[in-house]
């Protein structure tokens, strides 16, 4: 199926559409027709299948009369305190609700105003508009989905309507509208000046929902920083290898308690329709790769064989949101780690399509697949293939509804294909809005010279089929064999296991000057190797990358300890100082820990003020800045602002400050940036995390 995803209106499309209802109003004295007509512009403006201006009176205190479509409803707030309706009436203020089937307040005798029993809907979206003096309700706009809608409302869509409200208020309450037809829709009228002032006086009324939000996040994160941050450094002190599989266990157990954390706090944004989207320019080889050897390493751990094409023609650039893309990839695999058996397959494509300007992303698995019947619930929140699933593999059910959502925001779709005891296979497709003159990440026939020839037997035919479109890509030829009679390739790839089968034939080839590149899907080449320095070793993931630099014949260690990588760290920031703010003292010790491994003083403040403080009195000597956002007395942002107001009074260079904070919304980061931070990092932040920061700023 098919699905639209409703198009982002510029802010003169949309006070064109305000200004059409407007002249309409003004022109027309048909209620009916006028109804129809505004209807229509609103679907314009937001993903609903339908919608009903509500007319609202009230009867007494508590009975309210909602009055649309020729029906009329009585309801007392008294006696209904459970239903979005009756809440939106009582507390005069917007509400979304995305899957109203799972919502606690959802009541659909009274908020279904369809009276369809053949329709199921799926999100609501209630504005209610109050009088002048805002003491009554006196009218509301109400739009519904429906449940074959893959749209969802999110808060741009409650702003439009919250703007529009003025002009809904006057046709319901049979208010006279004149329309300067003189004016242009880039000046505001007397509609738009009014709705302007209701949208700011109702998020003043928000705002402290949001903040008791972001200090509830703050409180759960904060522990989960300390416990992963001083685990880290636990492993990277330890030798003993029972140890650090105990210690492994707990990160991974942290991990999964932080992933737990974040699949409800998206839900709950994606129900309250604040999910947001930050696309930005990257790429797609150097920002989605990681996530190929997270689960490499997990994948090896389960003797699973883990491959990956990542398609060269990518573009270099594209133009989307790559956490995002991230997280919904992390979210595939991690599925498909969890329900393959050992010794089965998982297999992560992302293919590039030029003609449609396009970024394909696939992941297949070996595993026990989903029964047809229950493919069609595998999207909703909460839901699992069966009881006895969650019961034996774990999960909450939340990441494939949040992963669909994503997708949707993205631009694109996600799809199952799977047959019980078959394995899965799930898919996307998203706009990469390549910028003009972008090239391919790795141009095509780059190896051109090189003859090169893959060995087509071996243990893990993905891998070996990865390999083989790779060269074809670089050599814009590629040769398959299948045995060694002839030395006339420049390279051979070859799986570990059919290179010691042959390992005769191919030690003769070694004095025919032809070179061997062995790969392995249990990342063990270099332990049962008998070929030494004289052949090339790769492990899992095998992206572009690794093919050329095998070819060419570069080094990389793609087991690179913790413990060297503090070594450089050392060098390059021996005798930095760093100041850290945070209101918790286990965080502090933490950062106090981490500082001390890589030879940085730091100094500490407890709240913004003190940091403040600090700063003025050894901002000669301090290097960098970690400044957290909720702090008690003066917080991140503000303690921001008065740092740069005191480097700009003192006209001295600016210190690098970094903020950090638990809530991970996007309101908060653009909040720091705007105050004067130079980069913010999402709580529990992780000791490479940290590190790359520090390298990034002070290394230069």
């Known amino acids: 199926m098919d699905i639209k995803i409703k198009k982002e209106l510029s802010e003169n499309e949309f006070l064109k559409l305000m200004a059409e209802c407007e002249k309409k109003i003004s022109t027309t004295d048909n209620k009916k027709e006028l109804i129809s007509f505004c209807t229509s512009i609103i679907q314009r403006i937001i993903p609903a299948d339908i919608i009903y201006l509500v007319k609202v009176t009230k009867e007494d205190e508590d009975i309210y009369i909602l009055e649309y479509a020729d029906i009329t409803k009585k309801l007392s707030l008294s006696d209904n305190d459970n239903s979005i309706i009756t809440e939106a009436l009582r507390s005069k203020q917007p509400l979304i609700s995305n899957d109203i089937q799972i919502s606690f307040i959802y009541n659909k005798k009274i908020d279904d105003l369809l009276n369809d029993s053949e329709k199921k809907l799926k999100d609501l979206l209630v504005v209610p508009i109050t009088d002048t003096d805002n003491t009554d309700v006196v009218a509301m706009i109400w739009a519904a989905t429906y449940s074959d809608n893959l749209n969802q409302f999110i808060q741009k869509d409650m702003d439009y309507m919250i703007r529009f409200s003025p002009v809904i208020r006057k046709l319901l309450k049979n208010d006279s509208l004149v329309f300067d037809d003189s004016k242009t829709v880039d000046e505001e009228s007397d509609s738009l000046k009014e709705c302007l002032q209701i949208q700011e006086k109702l998020r003043k009324e928000l705002k402290y929902k949001d ?60 129900k309250s329709g604040k999910m947001d989207i930050n696309k930005t320019e990257f790429s797609p080889h150097k920002d989605l790769e990681d996530s190929a050897q997270i689960f490499a390493n997990a994948s090896l751990k389960k003797g699973i064989c883990f491959s990956t094409y990542f398609d060269p023609a990518l573009p270099e650039i594209i133009i989307s949101d790559p956490m995002r893309i991230r997280q919904i990839i992390n979210n595939l695999l991690s599925n498909a780690l969890k329900f393959t058996p050992n010794g089965g397959s998982i297999d992560l494509e992302i293919i590039y399509d030029a003609k449609i300007d396009g970024m394909t992303v696939k992941v297949q698995d070996s595993g026990i697949g989903i029964p047809k019947e229950k493919q069609s619930k595998i999207f909703a929140p909460f839901e699992q293939e069966s009881s006895e699933t969650a019961q ?98 420049d390279t051979v790839f070859i799986s570990k296991e059919s290179a010691i089968e042959y390992q005769d034939k191919i ?58 990588m503090i070594e450089e760290t050392k060098k390059k920031l021996s005798g930095k100082v760093a100041l850290t703010a945070d209101d918790n003292p286990i965080n502090l010790k933490f950062m106090q820990e981490l500082f001390k491994s890589l030879d940085v003083k730091m100094l500490s403040a407890s709240d913004g003020d003190e940091a ?89």
């Open 211 to 270: 903040l008791y939000f972001s200090s509830i996040i703050h409180d759960v994160r904060a522990p989960m920083n300390a416990l992963l941050g001083f685990l880290d450094l636990l492993k990277l002190k330890e030798k003993d290898e029972i140890k650090i599989d105990y210690i492994e266990s707990a990160i991974k157990s942290g991990e999964n308690i932080v992933t737990l954390i974040n699949d409800a706090l998206d839900l709950a944004k994606i």
């Open 392 to 489: 034996k593999y774990g999960g909450t059910g939340l990441g494939l509804s949040i992963a669909m959502q994503l997708t949707i925001r993205l631009g694109g779709k996600l799809q199952l294909k799977s047959k019980e005891g078959k394995g899965s296979l799930f898919y996307f497709t998203i706009p990469c809005n390549t910028p003009p003159l972008v090239k391919a990440t790795y141009e095509r026939d780059i190896l051109h010279s090189k003859s090169i020839a893959v060995y087509q037997k071996g243990k893990c035919k993905n891998i070996i089929n990865s390999i083989n479109r790779y060269i074809e890509y670089m050599t814009d030829s590629g040769y398959k064999i299948d045995k060694f009679d002839k030395y006339e390739y």
């Open 507 to 564: 030690f003769e080839a070694l004095k025919n000057n032809v070179k061997f590149v062995i790969f392995g899907c249990d990342n063990t080449v270099d332990d049962d190797c008998i070929f030494d320095k004289k052949v090339e070793k790769i492990n899992t993931p095998i992206l572009p990358n690794t093919i050329i630099r095998s070819i060419n014949g570069e080094k990389r260690d793609n087991n690179k300890l913790y413990d060297s």
């Open 612 to 700: 403040v403080k600090e700063y003025v009195k050894n901002h000669d000597n301090i290097d960098i800045i970690f400044m957290d956002e909720n702090m008690n007395k003066v917080n991140g942002s503000e303690a921001i602002k008065a740092i740069r107001e005191f480097e700009k009074n003192e006209e001295i260079e600016n210190v690098i400050i970094i903020g950090l904070t638990g809530d991970a919304l996007r309101q908060t980061r653009d909040k720091m940036i705007d105050a004067g931070a130079d980069d913010v990092l999402v709580k529990p932040v992780r000791l490479d995390n940290l590190i790359e920061k520090l390298e990034m700023y002070l290394s230069k």
